[in-house]
């Protein structure tokens, strides 16, 4: 005889109906499905009260205008999820945009101000051959984008069947590294590090002078004073505010670097005037700069050209 369900006992359709007196019900939905990690939900089954407690929690977060990736600890961006938390940036659908710029098939990757490491990761899946750099000021953003290294997996082509343990996945596609930006690169870039051990091809001229296909980067640029909606707080401050000195000393910190194409975000009230730096005060050599708007929004992808030999 079945076990009569006690009266603190809930039925999932019960609690999801209470919540979207709060909240949207796909919302709801979503929520649910995530933390449960299941795409089908047997909604007339009893809600263990763990299970309950969880949800209950989340709603209540949720209440208070928390992300979405905030409570459930990831984020959808490219083709991939990505864990994220207080320390790191939440993936943005605009940064996308950054990959989409990209016109070249590099064989190395450097991105400043990692984050999650969705940048740098899905630019390196993107890219089987490529290896990568991934540097940020901040060592609990870096554990995450480790962390996410050795998640996600690279694409099947790079998936070896007779030998497995060969197989690239993408914590050996890249190395990361606690710096301010790229100063001192060359100095501070450990010489065993998987970079400099899939690099062995270049000349010793090209590694001391640190070449890198692409550089990647979507800097810290709101301005201080600009008010903020509730949820971007979440967002740690250290990724979230900068101005035109935050690009430049970006910018300078690669006199010592060279690319072929240097693709970042950057807000439209600061295009003009990082350009016009560019173009007056050059900290590195460049052919050419391209600012395209992302679709109808106040962000720009700034790409920077060097088409001459390297």
Same mark, same amino acid.
């Given at each position: 005889?079945?076990?009569?369900?006690?009266?603190?006992?809930?039925?999932l359709t019960?609690?999801?109906?209470?919540?979207?007196?709060?909240?949207p019900?796909?919302?709801?939905?979503?929520?649910?499905?995530?933390?449960?990690?299941?795409?089908?939900?047997?909604?007339?089954?009893?809600?263990? /009260?763990?299970? %309950?407690?969880?949800?209950?929690?989340a709603? !209540?977060?949720?209440?208070?205008?928390?992300?979405? $990736? *905030?409570? +459930?600890?990831?984020?959808?961006?490219?083709?991939?999820?990505?864990?994220?938390n207080?320390?790191?940036?939440?993936?943005?659908?605009e940064?996308?945009?950054?990959?989409?710029?990209?016109?070249?098939k590099?064989?190395?990757?450097?991105?400043?101000?990692?984050?999650t490491?969705?940048?740098?990761?899905?630019?390196?899946?993107?890219?089987?051959?490529?290896h990568?750099?991934?540097?940020d000021?901040?060592?609990?953003?870096?554990?995450?984008?480790?962390?996410?290294?050795?998640i996600?997996?690279?694409?099947?082509?790079?998936?070896?069947? /007779?030998?497995? %343990?060969?197989?690239?996945n993408?914590a050996k !596609?890249?190395?990361f590294?606690?710096?301010?930006? $790229? *100063?001192? +690169?060359?100095?501070?870039?450990?010489?065993?590090s998987?970079f400099?051990?899939q690099?062995?091809?270049?000349?010793?001229?090209?590694i001391?002078?640190l070449?890198?296909?692409?550089?990647?980067?979507?800097?810290?640029?709101?301005?201080?004073q600009t008010p903020l909606d509730?949820?971007?707080?979440?967002d740690?401050?250290?990724?979230?505010?900068?101005?035109?000195?935050?690009?430049?000393?970006?910018?300078?910190?690669?006199?010592?670097i060279?690319?072929?194409?240097?693709i970042?975000?950057?807000?439209?009230?600061?295009v003009?005037?990082i350009?016009?730096?560019?173009e007056?005060?050059?900290?590195f050599?460049?052919?050419?700069?391209?600012?395209k708007q992302?679709?109808?929004?106040k962000?720009?992808?700034l790409?920077?050209?060097?088409?001459?030999a390297?």
């Amino acid at each position: 005889m079945q076990k009569k369900m006690e009266k603190n006992d809930w039925i999932l359709t019960d609690w999801l109906k209470n919540a979207a007196k709060k909240l949207p019900f796909n919302e709801c939905v979503y929520l649910t499905k995530t933390l449960f990690e299941t795409e089908i939900l047997e909604t007339s089954k009893n809600l263990p /009260k763990l299970a %309950k407690t969880c949800l209950d929690s989340a709603l !209540k977060k949720r209440l208070k205008n928390v992300p979405l $990736a *905030k409570i +459930l600890g990831k984020k959808a961006f490219w083709k991939d999820v990505f864990l994220t938390n207080e320390h790191t940036l939440d993936p943005r659908p605009e940064t996308e945009a950054l990959l989409e710029a990209i016109s070249i098939k590099p064989r190395t990757i450097l991105e400043l101000g990692v984050g999650t490491g969705c940048l740098i990761l899905s630019a390196l899946k993107m890219f089987p051959k490529a290896h990568g750099v991934g540097i940020d000021i901040s060592e609990d953003s870096l554990a995450i984008a480790r962390l996410n290294s050795h998640i996600l997996q690279s694409e099947k082509e790079n998936f070896d069947k /007779k030998n497995p %343990k060969k197989s690239n996945n993408l914590a050996k !596609k890249i190395t990361f590294l606690q710096n301010d930006w $790229a *100063k001192n +690169l060359i100095e501070k870039l450990p010489k065993n590090s998987n970079f400099y051990s899939q690099i062995s091809s270049q000349n010793e001229k090209k590694i001391k002078n640190l070449h890198f296909d692409l550089i990647l980067a979507n800097p810290p640029y709101v301005a201080a004073q600009t008010p903020l909606d509730s949820q971007t707080l979440y967002d740690p401050a250290l990724a979230l505010f900068g101005n035109e000195e935050t690009y430049v000393e970006m910018f300078e910190s690669l006199k010592n670097i060279t690319f072929q194409e240097f693709i970042i975000e950057i807000p439209e009230n600061l295009v003009e005037k990082i350009t016009s730096f560019l173009e007056k005060n050059p900290p590195f050599e460049f052919d050419s700069l391209q600012a395209k708007q992302i679709y109808d929004s106040k962000i720009f992808v700034l790409k920077i050209i060097k088409k001459s030999a390297i």
